[in-house]
Protein backbone atom coordinates (compact mmCIF):
# COMPACT_ATOMS: atom_id res chain seq x y z
CA UNK A 1 0.00 0.00 0.00
CA UNK A 2 0.67 3.68 -0.52
CA UNK A 3 0.35 6.09 2.36
CA UNK A 4 -2.58 9.05 1.18
CA UNK A 5 -0.68 11.83 -0.06
CA UNK A 6 -2.51 15.38 1.60
CA UNK A 7 -1.90 17.65 -1.74
CA UNK A 8 -3.88 20.38 0.16
CA UNK A 9 -1.02 21.18 2.64
CA UNK A 10 1.55 19.94 0.44
CA UNK A 11 4.08 22.10 -0.61
CA UNK A 12 7.36 22.26 -3.30
CA UNK A 13 10.10 21.24 -0.45
CA UNK A 14 7.33 19.35 2.21
CA UNK A 15 5.20 16.37 1.18
CA UNK A 16 2.88 15.43 3.89
CA UNK A 17 0.87 11.78 3.72
CA UNK A 18 -1.01 9.31 6.10
CA UNK A 19 0.16 8.40 8.83
CA UNK A 20 0.64 4.53 8.93
CA UNK A 21 1.19 2.31 11.72
CA UNK A 22 3.32 -0.40 11.71
CA UNK A 23 6.68 -2.36 11.84
CA UNK A 24 9.76 -1.87 10.60
CA UNK A 25 10.00 -4.98 7.91
CA UNK A 26 13.80 -5.52 9.51
CA UNK A 27 11.90 -6.30 12.84
CA UNK A 28 9.80 -8.98 11.13
CA UNK A 29 10.48 -12.13 10.03
CA UNK A 30 8.26 -12.46 7.20
CA UNK A 31 9.56 -13.79 3.86
CA UNK A 32 6.13 -13.53 1.93
CA UNK A 33 6.18 -9.83 1.96
CA UNK A 34 9.66 -9.61 1.34
CA UNK A 35 8.70 -11.29 -2.08
CA UNK A 36 5.54 -8.93 -2.43
CA UNK A 37 8.13 -5.99 -2.26
CA UNK A 38 10.07 -7.89 -5.02
CA UNK A 39 6.86 -8.49 -6.63
CA UNK A 40 5.80 -4.62 -6.74
CA UNK A 41 9.55 -3.25 -7.37
CA UNK A 42 9.43 -5.46 -10.64
CA UNK A 43 6.08 -3.60 -11.18
CA UNK A 44 7.07 -0.43 -10.62
CA UNK A 45 10.92 -1.33 -12.33
CA UNK A 46 9.40 -2.34 -15.56
CA UNK A 47 5.98 -2.30 -16.12
CA UNK A 48 5.25 1.35 -15.19
CA UNK A 49 8.81 2.71 -15.33
CA UNK A 50 7.99 4.87 -12.25
CA UNK A 51 9.72 2.75 -8.99
CA UNK A 52 10.69 3.70 -5.36
CA UNK A 53 14.74 3.95 -5.37
CA UNK A 54 15.61 3.48 -1.69
CA UNK A 55 13.35 0.45 -0.31
CA UNK A 56 15.46 0.03 2.73
CA UNK A 57 14.40 -1.72 5.23
CA UNK A 58 12.98 1.54 7.42
CA UNK A 59 10.59 2.15 4.15
CA UNK A 60 9.07 -0.42 4.18
CA UNK A 61 6.53 -1.31 6.90
CA UNK A 62 4.03 -4.39 7.77
CA UNK A 63 1.03 -2.92 8.54
CA UNK A 64 -1.37 -4.25 11.26
CA UNK A 65 -3.57 -5.90 8.72
CA UNK A 66 -0.52 -7.44 7.40
CA UNK A 67 -0.46 -5.43 4.03
CA UNK A 68 3.12 -4.62 2.82
CA UNK A 69 3.61 -0.20 3.13
CA UNK A 70 6.16 2.21 1.43
CA UNK A 71 7.51 4.86 3.01
CA UNK A 72 9.11 7.97 2.30
CA UNK A 73 9.03 8.97 -1.37
CA UNK A 74 11.72 11.28 -1.47
CA UNK A 75 14.18 9.43 -4.23
CA UNK A 76 12.04 7.92 -6.83
CA UNK A 77 13.47 7.26 -10.37
CA UNK A 78 12.26 6.95 -14.33
CA UNK A 79 12.75 4.03 -16.56
CA UNK A 80 12.16 4.72 -19.85
CA UNK A 81 10.19 1.93 -22.42
CA UNK A 82 13.46 0.69 -24.26
CA UNK A 83 15.64 0.19 -21.12
CA UNK A 84 12.77 -1.57 -19.52
CA UNK A 85 13.16 -4.20 -22.96
CA UNK A 86 16.77 -3.80 -22.43
CA UNK A 87 16.95 -5.11 -18.58
CA UNK A 88 14.11 -7.72 -19.71
CA UNK A 89 16.66 -8.41 -22.55
CA UNK A 90 19.26 -8.90 -20.68
CA UNK A 91 17.97 -11.23 -18.12
CA UNK A 92 16.80 -13.72 -20.22
CA UNK A 93 20.42 -13.32 -22.30
CA UNK A 94 22.00 -13.96 -18.89
CA UNK A 95 19.91 -17.16 -17.72
CA UNK A 96 19.99 -18.54 -21.17
CA UNK A 97 23.76 -18.19 -21.42
CA UNK A 98 23.30 -15.81 -24.43
CA UNK A 99 26.60 -13.69 -23.75
CA UNK A 100 26.68 -12.24 -27.47
CA UNK A 101 22.99 -11.11 -26.37
CA UNK A 102 24.27 -9.98 -23.45
CA UNK A 103 26.69 -7.18 -24.49
CA UNK A 104 24.80 -5.99 -26.83
CA UNK A 105 22.05 -6.02 -24.15
CA UNK A 106 24.90 -3.90 -22.08
CA UNK A 107 24.93 -1.35 -25.14
CA UNK A 108 21.13 -1.05 -25.45
CA UNK A 109 21.54 -0.15 -21.41
CA UNK A 110 24.15 2.15 -21.78
CA UNK A 111 26.66 0.61 -19.80
CA UNK A 112 29.03 0.13 -22.95
CA UNK A 113 29.92 2.32 -25.81
CA UNK A 114 28.78 1.64 -29.07
CA UNK A 115 32.29 1.51 -30.29
CA UNK A 116 32.96 -1.41 -27.82
CA UNK A 117 34.75 -4.71 -29.32
CA UNK A 118 31.81 -7.06 -29.21
CA UNK A 119 33.72 -9.89 -29.77
CA UNK A 120 35.98 -9.13 -26.85
CA UNK A 121 33.40 -7.93 -24.59
CA UNK A 122 31.68 -11.21 -25.31
CA UNK A 123 34.52 -13.44 -24.11
CA UNK A 124 34.92 -11.61 -20.88
CA UNK A 125 31.06 -11.97 -20.36
CA UNK A 126 30.97 -15.44 -20.98
CA UNK A 127 34.69 -15.41 -18.06
CA UNK A 128 32.79 -13.46 -15.93
CA UNK A 129 28.91 -14.85 -15.90
CA UNK A 130 29.39 -18.75 -17.00
CA UNK A 131 29.93 -20.59 -13.90
CA UNK A 132 27.35 -18.75 -11.27
CA UNK A 133 25.21 -19.45 -14.88
CA UNK A 134 25.44 -22.72 -14.63
CA UNK A 135 24.73 -23.36 -11.04
CA UNK A 136 20.96 -22.17 -12.16
CA UNK A 137 18.96 -19.13 -11.54
CA UNK A 138 18.10 -20.35 -8.15
CA UNK A 139 21.59 -19.57 -7.20
CA UNK A 140 22.48 -16.16 -8.72
CA UNK A 141 22.81 -13.09 -6.82
CA UNK A 142 22.71 -9.73 -7.75
CA UNK A 143 25.37 -8.79 -5.70
CA UNK A 144 27.84 -11.23 -6.60
CA UNK A 145 27.09 -10.32 -10.32
CA UNK A 146 28.07 -7.00 -9.43
CA UNK A 147 30.82 -7.30 -7.72
CA UNK A 148 32.33 -9.96 -10.37
CA UNK A 149 32.17 -7.29 -12.81
CA UNK A 150 34.43 -5.02 -11.76
CA UNK A 151 37.62 -6.13 -13.84
CA UNK A 152 35.68 -6.55 -16.81
CA UNK A 153 34.19 -2.79 -16.19
CA UNK A 154 37.12 -1.35 -15.80
CA UNK A 155 38.74 -3.25 -18.82
CA UNK A 156 36.01 -1.82 -21.28
CA UNK A 157 35.16 1.75 -20.12
CA UNK A 158 31.70 0.66 -18.70
CA UNK A 159 29.27 3.47 -17.86
CA UNK A 160 27.65 3.77 -15.05
CA UNK A 161 24.40 5.67 -15.81
CA UNK A 162 22.48 7.33 -12.77
CA UNK A 163 19.21 5.06 -13.46
CA UNK A 164 21.27 1.69 -13.77
CA UNK A 165 22.49 2.27 -9.75
CA UNK A 166 19.19 3.12 -8.33
CA UNK A 167 18.27 0.09 -10.41
CA UNK A 168 20.69 -2.36 -9.10
CA UNK A 169 20.70 -0.48 -5.40
CA UNK A 170 17.18 -1.17 -5.10
CA UNK A 171 17.01 -5.05 -6.28
CA UNK A 172 20.14 -5.05 -3.86
CA UNK A 173 18.42 -4.02 -0.68
CA UNK A 174 15.67 -6.16 -1.42
CA UNK A 175 17.92 -9.67 -1.67
CA UNK A 176 19.74 -8.57 1.57
CA UNK A 177 16.60 -8.07 3.63
CA UNK A 178 15.34 -11.19 2.29
CA UNK A 179 18.93 -12.91 3.17
CA UNK A 180 18.46 -11.85 6.76
CA UNK A 181 15.48 -14.31 6.83
CA UNK A 182 16.66 -16.45 4.65
CA UNK A 183 20.40 -17.15 4.11
CA UNK A 184 19.65 -19.15 0.50
CA UNK A 185 17.23 -16.68 -0.79
CA UNK A 186 18.00 -14.83 -4.19
CA UNK A 187 16.25 -12.13 -5.93
CA UNK A 188 16.54 -12.90 -9.51
CA UNK A 189 15.53 -16.74 -9.07
CA UNK A 190 12.05 -14.65 -7.53
CA UNK A 191 12.41 -12.37 -10.51
CA UNK A 192 12.88 -14.33 -13.40
CA UNK A 193 9.32 -15.87 -13.53
CA UNK A 194 8.04 -12.09 -13.52
CA UNK A 195 10.36 -11.49 -16.24
CA UNK A 196 9.41 -14.89 -18.26
CA UNK A 197 5.75 -14.17 -17.95
CA UNK A 198 6.41 -10.65 -19.19
CA UNK A 199 8.55 -11.83 -22.21
CA UNK A 200 5.78 -14.32 -23.37
CA UNK A 201 2.77 -12.06 -22.91
CA UNK A 202 3.83 -8.56 -24.17
CA UNK A 203 3.15 -7.37 -27.36
CA UNK A 204 6.39 -5.17 -27.69
CA UNK A 205 8.00 -5.17 -31.09
CA UNK A 206 11.44 -5.71 -29.15
CA UNK A 207 10.07 -8.40 -26.56
CA UNK A 208 8.78 -9.80 -29.46
CA UNK A 209 11.71 -10.25 -31.53
CA UNK A 210 13.88 -11.04 -28.47
CA UNK A 211 11.48 -14.06 -27.62
CA UNK A 212 12.19 -15.12 -31.24
CA UNK A 213 15.58 -15.17 -31.62
CA UNK A 214 15.90 -16.62 -28.05
CA UNK A 215 13.52 -19.52 -29.26
CA UNK A 216 15.32 -19.77 -32.96
CA UNK A 217 19.05 -19.14 -32.21
CA UNK A 218 20.72 -20.35 -35.47
CA UNK A 219 17.71 -21.38 -37.22
CA UNK A 220 16.73 -24.00 -35.14
CA UNK A 221 13.54 -24.29 -32.50
CA UNK A 222 14.87 -24.21 -29.23
CA UNK A 223 12.45 -26.48 -27.08
CA UNK A 224 14.33 -26.42 -24.18
CA UNK A 225 14.28 -22.79 -23.87
CA UNK A 226 10.74 -22.09 -24.53
CA UNK A 227 10.18 -25.22 -21.77
CA UNK A 228 11.61 -23.32 -19.18
CA UNK A 229 10.21 -19.91 -20.18
CA UNK A 230 6.71 -21.21 -19.66
CA UNK A 231 7.65 -23.31 -16.32
CA UNK A 232 9.24 -20.52 -14.97
CA UNK A 233 5.98 -18.38 -16.06
CA UNK A 234 3.55 -20.45 -14.04
CA UNK A 235 5.30 -19.58 -11.24
CA UNK A 236 4.77 -15.92 -11.48
CA UNK A 237 3.17 -14.45 -8.48
CA UNK A 238 0.31 -11.82 -9.65
CA UNK A 239 -2.15 -9.54 -8.30
CA UNK A 240 -4.44 -12.42 -8.05
CA UNK A 241 -2.05 -15.11 -6.79
CA UNK A 242 -0.26 -12.73 -4.39
CA UNK A 243 -2.05 -14.41 -1.40
CA UNK A 244 -1.05 -17.44 1.08
CA UNK A 245 -2.71 -20.50 -0.11
CA UNK A 246 -1.67 -23.88 -0.03
CA UNK A 247 -2.54 -26.67 -3.00
CA UNK A 248 -1.67 -30.44 -2.89
CA UNK A 249 0.94 -31.26 -5.74
CA UNK A 250 -1.56 -32.99 -8.01
CA UNK A 251 -4.49 -29.54 -7.69
CA UNK A 252 -1.45 -27.59 -8.26
CA UNK A 253 -0.28 -29.59 -11.22
CA UNK A 254 -3.96 -29.41 -12.77
CA UNK A 255 -3.72 -25.74 -12.25
CA UNK A 256 -0.11 -25.49 -14.21
CA UNK A 257 -1.73 -27.57 -17.13
CA UNK A 258 -5.07 -25.30 -17.04
CA UNK A 259 -2.82 -21.87 -17.34
CA UNK A 260 -0.50 -23.58 -20.40
CA UNK A 261 -3.87 -24.21 -22.02
CA UNK A 262 -5.61 -20.81 -21.19
CA UNK A 263 -2.23 -18.91 -21.95
CA UNK A 264 -1.37 -20.45 -25.46
CA UNK A 265 -5.21 -19.51 -26.25
CA UNK A 266 -5.60 -15.95 -25.27
CA UNK A 267 -5.20 -12.67 -27.24
CA UNK A 268 -2.37 -12.38 -24.91
CA UNK A 269 -0.36 -15.72 -25.78
CA UNK A 270 -1.53 -15.44 -29.56
CA UNK A 271 2.53 -14.89 -30.40
CA UNK A 272 3.36 -18.02 -28.71
CA UNK A 273 0.38 -20.04 -29.70
CA UNK A 274 1.51 -19.30 -33.37
CA UNK A 275 4.90 -20.81 -32.63
CA UNK A 276 3.62 -23.72 -30.83
CA UNK A 277 1.28 -24.38 -33.97
CA UNK A 278 3.98 -24.21 -36.14
CA UNK A 279 6.09 -27.02 -34.69
CA UNK A 280 3.15 -28.93 -34.14
CA UNK A 281 2.35 -28.79 -37.47
CA UNK A 282 6.05 -29.65 -38.48
CA UNK A 283 5.87 -32.61 -35.87
CA UNK A 284 2.33 -34.27 -37.31
CA UNK A 285 4.09 -33.56 -40.98
CA UNK A 286 7.23 -36.18 -39.36
CA UNK A 287 5.03 -38.30 -37.62
CA UNK A 288 2.63 -39.18 -40.68
CA UNK A 289 6.56 -39.82 -42.56
CA UNK A 290 7.42 -42.35 -39.60
CA UNK A 291 4.48 -43.92 -39.82
CA UNK A 292 4.14 -44.33 -43.19
CA UNK A 293 7.90 -45.74 -42.86
CA UNK A 294 6.60 -47.92 -40.43
CA UNK A 295 3.82 -49.30 -42.37
CA UNK A 296 5.18 -49.88 -45.59
CA UNK A 297 8.53 -51.59 -43.89
CA UNK A 298 6.28 -54.02 -41.87
CA UNK A 299 4.38 -54.71 -45.34
CA UNK A 300 7.55 -55.09 -47.20
CA UNK A 301 9.14 -57.66 -44.85
CA UNK A 302 5.55 -60.06 -45.99
CA UNK A 303 6.18 -59.88 -49.49
CA UNK A 304 8.44 -61.99 -51.68
CA UNK A 305 9.88 -59.72 -53.48
CA UNK A 306 11.94 -56.60 -52.64
CA UNK A 307 10.06 -53.24 -52.77
CA UNK A 308 11.30 -50.18 -53.69
CA UNK A 309 12.90 -48.51 -50.40
CA UNK A 310 10.21 -46.55 -48.02
CA UNK A 311 11.02 -43.04 -46.89
CA UNK A 312 12.92 -42.37 -43.47
CA UNK A 313 13.11 -39.53 -41.38
CA UNK A 314 15.44 -36.90 -42.26
CA UNK A 315 17.51 -35.10 -39.82
CA UNK A 316 15.23 -32.28 -39.63
CA UNK A 317 12.46 -34.46 -39.30
CA UNK A 318 13.43 -36.34 -36.41
CA UNK A 319 14.14 -33.19 -34.98
CA UNK A 320 10.79 -31.94 -36.05
CA UNK A 321 9.55 -35.63 -33.95
CA UNK A 322 11.26 -34.85 -31.00
CA UNK A 323 9.78 -31.52 -30.49
CA UNK A 324 6.28 -32.75 -31.16
CA UNK A 325 6.69 -35.30 -28.38
CA UNK A 326 8.36 -32.81 -25.79
CA UNK A 327 5.62 -30.40 -26.44
CA UNK A 328 3.05 -33.17 -25.74
CA UNK A 329 5.12 -34.07 -22.37
CA UNK A 330 5.04 -29.88 -21.45
CA UNK A 331 1.35 -29.36 -21.73
CA UNK A 332 0.74 -32.70 -20.51
CA UNK A 333 3.18 -32.59 -17.83
CA UNK A 334 3.73 -36.25 -17.63
CA UNK A 335 6.69 -37.47 -16.07
CA UNK A 336 8.72 -40.22 -18.32
CA UNK A 337 9.53 -43.09 -17.10
CA UNK A 338 13.09 -44.48 -17.08
CA UNK A 339 12.74 -47.17 -19.26
CA UNK A 340 11.13 -44.68 -21.77
CA UNK A 341 13.35 -41.94 -21.21
CA UNK A 342 14.98 -41.79 -24.91
CA UNK A 343 13.44 -38.94 -26.70
CA UNK A 344 11.94 -39.82 -30.11
CA UNK A 345 15.06 -39.33 -33.00
CA UNK A 346 17.74 -40.60 -30.19
CA UNK A 347 19.64 -43.76 -30.63
CA UNK A 348 18.22 -46.66 -29.53
CA UNK A 349 20.29 -49.53 -28.18
CA UNK A 350 18.54 -51.90 -30.33
CA UNK A 351 18.99 -51.44 -34.36
CA UNK A 352 18.94 -48.48 -36.32
CA UNK A 353 16.43 -49.40 -38.90
CA UNK A 354 13.89 -49.59 -35.94
CA UNK A 355 14.18 -46.14 -34.99
CA UNK A 356 11.41 -44.54 -37.11
CA UNK A 357 9.07 -47.43 -34.98
CA UNK A 358 10.55 -46.34 -31.99
CA UNK A 359 9.98 -42.57 -32.37
CA UNK A 360 6.34 -43.27 -33.61
CA UNK A 361 5.52 -45.37 -30.58
CA UNK A 362 6.58 -42.57 -28.43
CA UNK A 363 5.12 -40.16 -29.61
CA UNK A 364 1.63 -42.36 -29.90
CA UNK A 365 2.42 -43.35 -26.50
CA UNK A 366 2.57 -39.83 -24.86
CA UNK A 367 -0.46 -38.35 -27.61
CA UNK A 368 -2.68 -41.61 -25.40
CA UNK A 369 -2.27 -40.19 -22.47
CA UNK A 370 -2.91 -36.73 -23.75
CA UNK A 371 -6.90 -36.84 -25.16
CA UNK A 372 -8.19 -33.75 -22.60
CA UNK A 373 -5.47 -31.36 -24.54
CA UNK A 374 -6.31 -32.16 -28.32
CA UNK A 375 -8.50 -29.12 -29.15
CA UNK A 376 -5.53 -27.16 -28.98
CA UNK A 377 -4.29 -29.85 -32.07
CA UNK A 378 -7.46 -28.98 -33.78
CA UNK A 379 -7.07 -25.03 -34.49
CA UNK A 380 -4.02 -26.50 -36.63
CA UNK A 381 -4.69 -23.97 -39.45
CA UNK A 382 -4.74 -26.61 -42.69
Known sequence: MVPEMYLEQTRRRVLIMEWVEGVRLSEVRDLYLVEVGVYCSLSQLLEYGFYHADPHPGNLLRTIDGKLAYLDFGMMGEFRQELRDGFIEACLHLVNRDFDGLAKDF???????????????????????????????????????????????????????????????????????????????KVLSSSYPWIARKVLTDNSPNLRSTLYTLLYKDGTFQIDRLESLLTESLRARTEQTLVRTQQD??????????????????????????????????????????????????????????????????????????????????????????????????????????????????????????????????????
Open 107 to 185: VTLGLLPATAQKDEVTKALTGVFESAVNKGVQNISFGDLSGNLGQTMYKFKFQIPSYFSLVIRSLAVLEGIAISFNPNY
Open 249 to 382: ESDSSRFAIKQVLSFTLTEQGAFVKDLLLQEIAKGLDALGVATLSSVTSAAASRLPFAPSPSPSLNNEEATNLRNLYRLLLLVAKTPQKENSSRAPGHESTGEKGDDGADDMSLVLNEMRSFPEFLPVLSVIPE
